[in-house]
Nanobody, 125 residues
Framework: QVQLVESGGGSVQAGGSLRLSCAASGYTFSSYCMGWFRQAPGKEREGVAAIDSDGSTSYAESVKGRFTISKDNAKNILYLQMNSLKPEDTAMYYC???????????????????WGQGTQVTVSS
């Protein structure tokens, strides 16, 4: 049974940093594509970043140069380092996993099968 548990969210001022973590269990973590998504109130869920089983990464244009996705295969943990945070980054952040390759599923949430419960990130101006 796949389980994904996010942590690390919180409230920060604009320009600050946060690191999100996602603890994974119930499957071969290193073989799956992992991703971070976010959803602000009244908006659709959007892809933020993904990291494939081979370590290749992709990012939404809005976070390039500010966010970094990484993973620790030994600990089965996915990370999202978020720097230079902006008020528009405020959202619920979700961890996701899928057995398909990142080039197949991209950052489209409908393509991803497994989801965590989310962690809230609030950035004040």
């Amino acid at each position: 049974q796949v389980q994904l548990v996010e942590s690390g969210g919180g409230s920060v001022q604009a320009g600050g940093s946060l690191r999100l973590s996602c603890a994974a269990s119930g499957y071969t973590f290193s073989s799956y594509c992992m991703g971070w998504f976010r959803q602000a109130p009244g908006k659709e869920r959007e892809g933020v970043a993904a990291i494939d089983s081979d370590g290749s990464t992709s990012y939404a244009e809005s976070v390039k140069g500010r966010f970094t996705i990484s993973k620790d295969n030994a600990k089965n943990i996915l990370y999202l380092q978020m720097n230079s945070l902006k008020p528009e980054d405020t959202a619920m952040y979700y961890c996701a996993a899928d057995w398909s390759s990142g080039w197949v599923i991209g950052l489209k949430s409908i393509n991803w099968h497994y989801w965590g419960q989310g962690t809230q990130v609030t950035v004040s101006s």
